[in-house]
């Protein structure tokens, strides 16, 4: 049996697609990947050094098209964002709005989240972390290839400080659910709310999120605190 066999291989939360990606995405990847962008390797990292400065550090897993993260650094100044995602687009999509926001506190890993957090950040490193709309994986034989799983948050536990938070918002009831039980599970995270949490004001509704509660979808936000 050999490393790359399928007893070994890890079980992905994501899956890379060929999606388009317009030229001005590319040429943002390609130009300022080298000047926002960490480098992924299997080693801690000091993120006040990879920042220049001493700030509260919050993690965004998953960022998509980058939108969100974008606003909430520009809005948040006095934070510092580590934003991770897999997909091109996107990151060459976030890379413009960094340049052309001039969002000094906001940087990129291109990389697995799950190897990002195991190997490069150290225990007691955040301030908060941020999972948005995780893929719901809706059919339940792809259940076990949802995020939100106790080893992964058990993980997500050891990088964040006392009094640290972790924000999922998704709307997926089923997903909604599941992540209550799980997070409600960890002993060392404690609700910040009596079940669901109102929508904390930092995290600005997408319009996305608006088409579909004009249509009916709820949307679920879940925060709990590392005691």
Not at 84 to 100: A, D, W
Not at 128 to 134: D, K, L, R, V
Not at 137 to 143: E, P, S
Request: overall charge positive; hydrophobic content about 40%.
């Amino acid at each position: 049996m050999t490393e790359n066999s399928p007893q070994h291989r890890p079980l992905r939360s994501f899956v890379l697609r060929q999606g388009r990606i317009s030229a001005a995405q590319q040429r943002a990847h390609e130009e300022l990947l080298p000047h926002f962008a960490i480098p992924y390797r299997e080693e801690a990292i000091d993120l006040d050094r990879a920042f220049g400065r001493r700030a509260p550090k919050i993690l965004e897993i998953g960022f998509g098209m980058g939108e969100t993260t974008a606003h909430i650094a520009r809005s948040h100044p006095e934070n510092d964002y580590l934003g991770i995602e897999v997909h091109t687009p996107g990151v060459g999509s976030l890379l413009k709005e960094i340049q052309q926001g001039g969002l000094a506190n906001l940087r990129i890993i291109q990389h697995d989240a799950v190897e990002v957090v195991r190997h490069m950040l150290r225990p007691g490193s955040l301030d908060g972390a941020h999972i948005f709309f995780p893929d719901p994986w809706h059919k339940k034989r792809h259940h076990k290839r949802r995020l939100i799983q106790p080893p992964f948050v058990a993980l997500l536990c050891d990088r964040l400080k006392p009094g640290g938070y972790l924000h999922v918002a998704t709307d997926w009831q089923d997903y909604a659910e599941q992540v209550l039980a799980v997070l409600g599970a960890e002993p060392r995270l404690a609700n910040s709310a009596d079940g669901y949490a109102p929508r904390p004001a930092y995290r600005p509704v997408t319009k996305f999120e608006r088409r579909g509660l004009r249509l009916g979808h709820g949307v679920w936000d879940i925060v709990f605190r590392r005691v």
